[in-house]
């Protein structure tokens, strides 16, 4: 069945108005992009009235549960929209024998690799929000093997809530700052994941059988006090940055030390070629400056 209209969860989030500002390059596609008050993923049940509604050919479910310390508390809201409704969009794309692509975290891993996690790596949550997103794989795989799940790590956008914004703001606020330095991972452009997700849409239009777990983050790595410099440096600030351990930064939520997540199995399945966190960040910083 050909697609032609996509329903996108997540309307306000990074990935979600990413989508929203890359449609226009897509005139082929219809999407209808739903925030949380025209889709709540905490209501599960009522899921099937909004399918009826909209009749949509794919669904892209960017909404998530993304308070990664606040999960550690919220236990039930979060198994509830990461876990409990994956699965059942998982069944309803199923039923409708339509495209079903959402996304996962670095988190459902260990954090204590020394080389970058494949997309077969043993899964070990970090934390109890990795655990959710790990339990809205397993569900959704099993309810639905054609499921496609994209892990992800580390975003970033000129829009929502994110390290890059949190760390423009502070430096200029402040005239020094402490930034956890032993723990490494990929940066990812909120804007790039978007255009590899309407890729993949393009390519199972096409007929490409594309199915199960892809693993997707901007080239290079780099640890959050090399993100922070690089912020400092490509935005022209001026603050004083010291690298610090993560005891010296307790959280709610455990962070996993090495958090590189392998993207081969994408590069390949979808013939591209992934930029640089590097380039990704610049572009970023532009448009957030420019706003
Ligand atoms: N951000 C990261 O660093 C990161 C890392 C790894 C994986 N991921 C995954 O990547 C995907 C996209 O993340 P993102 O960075 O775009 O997240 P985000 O910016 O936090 O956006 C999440 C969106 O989900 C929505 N949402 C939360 N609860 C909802 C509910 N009950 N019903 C409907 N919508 C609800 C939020 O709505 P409101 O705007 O109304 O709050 C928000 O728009 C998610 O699956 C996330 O788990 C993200």
Redesign the pocket.
């Known amino acids: 069945m050909a697609i032609h209209k996509i329903l996108v969860?997540?309307?306000?989030?990074?990935?979600?108005w990413e989508l929203a500002q890359t449609t226009s390059a897509y005139p082929n596609f219809e999407f209808v992009f739903v925030?949380?008050n025209a889709?709540?993923?905490?209501k599960p049940d009522e899921f099937n009235g909004i399918f009826e509604l909209f009749n949509p050919d794919a669904i892209i479910n960017?909404?998530?549960?993304?308070a990664v310390d606040k999960a550690e508390s919220e236990k039930e809201l979060a198994t509830t929209?990461?876990a409990a409704a994956v699965k059942q969009l998982a069944h309803i794309a199923k039923e409708r024998n339509i495209p079903f692509i959402?996304?996962?975290?670095?988190?459902v891993f260990n954090g204590n690799a020394t080389s970058p996690y494949l997309t077969d790596t043993t899964i070990e949550p970090v934390n109890f929000y990795g655990q959710t997103?790990a339990e809205g794989e397993q569900l959704a795989i099993a309810e639905n093997p054609a499921t496609i799940i994209i892990?992800?790590?580390?975003?970033f956008s000129s829009h929502?809530?994110?390290f890059v914004k949190t760390m423009m703001r502070l430096m200029k606020e402040r005239d020094a700052l402490n930034i956890v330095g032993d723990q490494k991972g990929r940066p990812t452009y909120?804007k790039d994941l978007a255009l590899a997700s309407i890729k993949m849409i393009e390519l199972l239009n096409a007929g490409k059988n594309i199915k199960g777990t892809y693993h997707y983050a901007n080239t290079g790595e780099t640890t959050w006090f090399g993100f922070a410099e690089k912020i400092k440096a490509l935005a022209g600030l001026e603050c004083d940055l010291t690298a610090i351990t993560s005891d010296q930064f307790p959280t709610p939520a455990k962070r996993p030390a090495y958090s590189v997540l392998d993207t081969q199995k994408i590069e390949k399945d979808l013939n591209m070629q992934i930029p640089h966190w590097e380039t990704a960040l610049q572009e970023c910083i532009k448009k957030i400056q420019a706003s």
């Not at 889709?39 to 905490?42: A, H, K």
């Open positions: 969860t997540g309307a306000n989030g990074q990935l979600g925030d949380r889709m709540d993923l905490s960017t909404a998530a549960y993304t929209i990461n959402t996304y996962s975290t670095d988190y997103k892990r992800t790590s580390w975003v929502g809530n994110n909120a």
